[in-house]
């Protein structure tokens, strides 16, 4: 054993803060980016979930796979939920449910592939997959422009060996893998807009917060904290108003033809439309804080019929009206039911009471809902730590960590699904990851004070 004055430190101080060496960052940037699409290539050959295309554009493609084959038939962005049983049948025309880029992407796999094919799935895993793995460098690079280099870093690693990362870019045919990297992009552009000195970086923002919203809404809610950047980048109201304004423009320049295009053929100027469905869904009597499927038309050919007839702008404003209606006269059962929600959203739902089945595996007896429960919960818990010990610690991440107060409330109040979270999953992980950074090493230097105190 070496004397303690001869013996190697373990730790050496090192600042949460600093920024890596590019030739560094880039070489280990490069092996995350690696690791993690590897990983996500094999899992798809491993698990051949491409097969899964062979049920059918509904079983496989849900709303999204629905529109995709509408614009393929010609038929437009329309036939939400077509498929060969009555009445889903009979197609229920023009659609808003959804914001275009994913349905769009979809719409050119299949014609790339001459319809609904094991190739077209493979094609779809492998682009997942791949912009999967950019998230896990956008990450880091979040965490070095928000002082964190090492959180990042960490975050990075996690996130490319997430095993909910790796199913959902992998199997997943929703804009989930999409979405948590539109989203992730939006907070890394955002903090270099904080050393902007003119409105060319803040219009240049503002095209790519208007191109994140045409992939998933979620990040409409990061209105506030990009006004809270702005004025803090330039502190006075004109500078302000002349970064603010330019993001505003040309934010509002990209969804414009969108939101035009669903008052014309639907009626909401808007960029979805299915707010009053979901709100309905989730809020009467009997709910229990979860997704009915019996009251939504995707599943309840009752409900399905009333769209149809309707229509889709006068169905979800009679939707809204029951389900506010409901909420007034049940105010105590809505916050019950909204507190439930967000136990949901943040720790997953546990499978004792989970009564979700796995081709006929009830949750109770299934290890993958056991572990992915464990999972959800674990970077939930975390994360709220971290972004609560981060934010005491610094003053930079704090506009970027409001985001995750800004986002749950519009699931907590309709109904929560675990991938609803995923779009900000990344920021999470970040966050436990400051949590690890932060304490880990001091872990390891009351280790090495320990060991030294008992050698000598």
């Given at each position: 054993m070496l004397p303690c004055a001869a013996r190697p430190a373990i730790v050496r101080p090192v600042d949460p803060g600093r920024r890596e060496t590019p030739s560094f960052v880039g070489r280990e940037a490069l092996s995350i980016l690696l690791v993690a699409l590897v990983l996500r290539l094999a899992f798809v050959v491993a698990f051949d979930t491409p097969a899964d295309a062979d049920r059918g554009t509904w079983e496989w493609g849900y709303e999204a796979g629905c529109i995709a084959r509408s614009i393929t038939e010609g038929h437009g962005f329309a036939n939400t939920w077509t498929r060969d049983v009555a009445p889903w049948s009979a197609g229920s025309g023009a659609t808003g449910w959804l914001v275009p880029a994913y349905p769009g992407l979809l719409a050119g796999l299949l014609e790339l592939t001459g319809g609904l094919t094991r190739t077209t799935a493979w094609l779809l895993f492998a682009i997942q997959s791949v912009v999967s793995s950019f998230t896990c460098v956008l990450v880091w690079g979040l965490g070095n422009r928000l002082g964190a280099a090492r959180a990042g870093r960490i975050a990075a690693w996690a996130l490319a060996l997430h095993p909910l990362a790796i199913w959902h870019a992998s199997s997943t045919v929703w804009d989930t893998t999409f979405a948590a990297f539109a989203f992730t992009l939006v907070l890394t552009r955002l903090a270099a807009c904080e050393r902007a000195t003119g409105?060319?970086?803040?219009?240049?923002?503002?095209?790519?917060?208007?191109g994140a919203l045409l992939v998933n809404p979620a990040p409409?809610?990061?209105?506030?904290?990009?006004?809270?950047?702005?004025?803090r980048a330039r502190p006075t109201f004109a500078h302000w108003i002349g970064a603010f304004a330019p993001f505003a423009l040309a934010a509002g320049a990209v969804v414009m033809p969108w939101m035009l295009r669903n008052a014309q053929e639907i009626g909401p100027f808007a960029l979805r439309t299915n707010l009053g469905v979901e709100l309905s869904v989730g809020n009467f009597d009997g709910a229990d804080g979860?997704?009915?499927?019996?009251?939504?038309?995707?599943?309840s050919p009752a409900e399905f019929t009333r769209y149809r007839e309707m229509g889709e702008e006068r169905y979800a404003a009679w939707a809204m009206e029951r389900a506010t209606t409901w909420i007034r006269e049940n105010p105590g059962r809505f916050v019950v039911l909204s507190l439930r929600r967000t136990a949901s959203w943040w720790i997953g739902e546990d499978p004792w009471t989970d009564p979700r089945t796995d081709h006929g595996l009830s949750a109770r007896d299934d290890p993958k809902a056991w572990a992915k429960w464990i999972l959800h919960m674990v970077v939930g818990v975390l994360s709220l730590a971290g972004a609560f010990l981060w934010a005491r610690a610094s003053a930079k991440p704090r506009p970027y960590l409001l985001t995750l107060f800004l986002v749950p409330p519009v699931?907590?109040?309709?109904?929560?699904?675990?991938?609803?979270?995923?779009?900000?999953?990344?920021?999470?992980?970040?966050?436990?990851?400051?949590?690890?950074?932060?304490w880990f090493p001091r872990l390891l230097a009351r280790t090495d004070a320990r060991e030294s105190a008992a050698g000598g």
């Open positions: 409105p060319r970086t803040w219009t240049w923002f503002g095209l790519i917060f208007g409409l809610v990061l209105v506030p904290v990009v006004a809270w950047v702005a004025w979860r997704y009915a499927r019996d009251r939504h038309p995707s599943h699931y907590c109040v309709t109904h929560v699904l675990e991938r609803y979270r995923w779009p900000i999953e990344p920021l999470l992980v970040l966050c436990a990851a400051w949590l690890v950074s932060r």
